[in-house]
């Protein structure tokens, strides 16, 4: 099956630590995106990528770092300057012109 | 800065009624998306409207896109409680493609 595959899908941060999620698509999607929603809001944009080896920074990328050193991988570490990280985490990916698919998200929780 | 103002926030409504939910961009649109998200669940793609005045059917759900490409709609015609969810409208920047813009989206809640 071809999707979007997100891990792990509950994590728990301790305070100073980094945290990485995994986002993996074999859709051979050149573009990719992580998005950030809190209860009862809409979706913000971290950060994005076009293409491997390229990305940049979103509307909210302060606390956050990526890579996209493979097409199929982009993954996001969620950093200890990120105060408020408790939030859901959404991945996505798209082709061309083409919407966006979601993968199932990662719920993070601060200990 | 760029916009995408969607209202309304939460809609409560009887199973049969219908429900509507409007978006408005602060910019012209390339094209608009909608987008179904389950309690618990990530957003599914429902459809995609590019064309000034466009309408599309889906079963129940009709949806509309301006004439001047800054308005969208979607209407549920006769809810059921498998409508209940938040939906999403994304509209893309006519002069920058590569970000979409996300409404907050409308919670609808659908009393059996």
């Known amino acids: 099956d071809g999707g979007i595959t997100q891990s792990p899908k509950y994590l728990f941060r301790k305070e100073g630590q980094n945290v990485t999620l995994s986002c993996e698509q074999n859709?051979?999607?050149?573009?990719m995106y992580w998005y950030r929603q809190d209860p009862g809001q809409g979706l913000r944009l971290i950060y994005y990528?076009?293409?491997?080896?390229?990305?940049q920074k979103g509307d909210i990328a302060e606390g956050y770092s990526v890579s996209r050193e493979k097409k199929e991988s982009f993954p996001l570490t969620v950093t200890s300057a990120q105060k408020n990280p408790t939030a859901f985490y959404l991945c996505?990916?798209?082709?061309?012109?083409?919407?966006?698919?979601f993968g199932d998200g990662t719920r993070l929780s601060i200990l | 800065g760029q916009q995408v103002m969607q209202i309304p926030q939460y809609q409560h409504v009887q199973e049969g009624e219908d429900f509507t939910t409007y978006c408005n961009s602060s910019?012209?649109?390339?094209?608009i998306q909608w987008y179904k998200q389950r309690p618990g669940g990530h957003p599914v793609f429902l459809i995609q409207?590019?064309?000034s005045g466009e309408v599309k059917k889906q079963k129940r759900l009709t949806f509309q896109f301006g004439e001047a490409k800054k308005n969208s709609s979607l209407h549920i015609t006769a809810t059921q409680t498998t409508d209940v969810g938040t939906y999403f409208c994304?509209?893309?920047?006519?002069?920058?493609?590569?970000?979409?813009?996300w409404g907050l989206g409308t919670s609808l809640a659908v009393n059996p």
């Open positions: 996505a990916s798209r082709s061309g012109s083409q919407p966006q698919h």
């Open positions: 859709l051979n999607h050149d573009a």
């Open positions: 990528s076009q293409i491997v080896n390229d990305f």
């Open positions: 910019t012209t649109l390339s094209n």
């Open positions: 409207l590019v064309k």
């Open positions: 994304a509209g893309r920047d006519a002069g920058n493609n590569r970000k979409l813009i």
